[in-house]
């Protein structure tokens, strides 16, 4: 009790501190750096050396993804519209930006974490489901629950299932969804009219988004895991190399599900005031960092599609 109570603490402190300040600078100038840097990749190296800019695009989409994020959970501004028109272009052009937004909040509601139906992020299916698919689909399913097939297949398969869903709930009338959907359109629009101006083939900017996603999917790969406790679910890799900083400190997941306000740049400062008492929260669910990861999981499943809990609940 004695842990819960500190990191409750440092969440009202820190909640605070973000809401007296009127604007984020590192965010907001991280966030201009990253369109600068968008823009010389597409417009100046895409002509001087089409390989590099497109690894470079992959590295920027994610980043964008990740300042996606970071303005869901209310930053650089306190207005949520504002930090809305920031990151209107969709530099990752799949997903609209309402949508996640929607999803992803759902998602903070820890106590259903991994749950195959009411948390919109967990990889889990419900064994009744997997045991009715087909062979061949539960082949594709076991494949993406390596790390590998992760990052190869997993924007694919996450994709498909998202937009089928989406049409779904479009054709029987959800007007949010729809909306979101038309919003996406001039997002996506503009960013795909820059990059059919620039030097850039719009095929490779379009196969560097799905590379931006199989980066992000190194991210989610472990981030929750099945576990009884809802304390119990989530991650902290602790990692400070590029990785951690294309992700935003969202690497220390766990601080992050604790303190779901909290800008990223103060993600490592609770961190590191508190570390044993976040990884008691946690029950332990740890990694040193993403070279541990890829040496664990690159070839192997950390745990199978089916929810192992599903019916113990």
Not at 59 to 77: D, K, R
Not at 111 to 121: A, F, Q, V, W
Not at 124 to 140: G, I, K, N
Not at 175 to 184: D, E, P, S, V
Request: hydrophobic share 45%; charged share 20%.
């Amino acid at each position: 009790m004695g842990t819960h109570k500190r990191t409750c603490d440092v969440s009202d402190t820190q909640d605070v501190l973000r809401n007296e300040r009127p604007v984020e600078w590192p965010t907001l100038l991280l966030l201009g750096a990253c369109y600068a840097a968008w823009g010389v990749t597409v417009f100046v190296l895409s002509a001087l050396w089409l390989p590099a800019a497109f690894v470079l695009s992959i590295f920027i989409i994610a980043l964008h993804s990740s300042l996606t994020h970071e303005a869901v959970h209310g930053h650089p501004f306190q207005n949520k519209q504002l930090n809305e028109a920031l990151i209107f272009p969709c530099l990752g052009l799949a997903v609209p930006y309402r949508r996640f937004r929607d999803l992803h909040l759902a998602h903070h509601t820890d106590s259903r974490l991994t749950d195959p139906y009411d948390d919109p992020e967990s990889n889990y299916l419900d064994p009744a489901v997997w045991e009715r698919l087909p062979s061949a689909a539960r082949a594709l399913l076991r494949c993406n629950n390596t790390l590998a097939g992760r990052i190869v297949l997993g924007p694919a398969i996450a994709l498909f299932v998202f937009w089928r869903d989406d049409w779904r709930a479009i054709r029987a009338g959800d007007r949010l969804i729809r909306q979101a959907w038309i919003l996406q359109v001039p997002a996506a629009a503009l960013v795909l009219a820059l990059v059919a101006a620039s030097p850039m083939p719009v095929w490779a900017y379009v196969l560097a988004c799905y590379g931006g996603m199989s980066v992000l999917k190194i991210r989610t790969f472990l981030e929750h895991r099945a576990h009884e406790r809802a304390n119990g679910r989530t991650v902290v890799i602790e990692d400070r190399g590029p990785l951690a900083l294309i992700f935003l400190n969202n690497n220390l997941h766990a601080v992050h599900h604790a303190h779901p306000r909290v800008a990223w740049y103060d993600l490592p400062g609770i961190w590191a005031k508190n570390r044993e008492g976040y990884l008691r929260r946690n029950e332990g669910y740890y990694y040193r960092s993403y070279s541990e990861v890829f040496a664990r999981y690159f070839w192997r499943a950390k745990e199978p599609v089916a929810h192992p809990l599903w019916r113990q609940r």
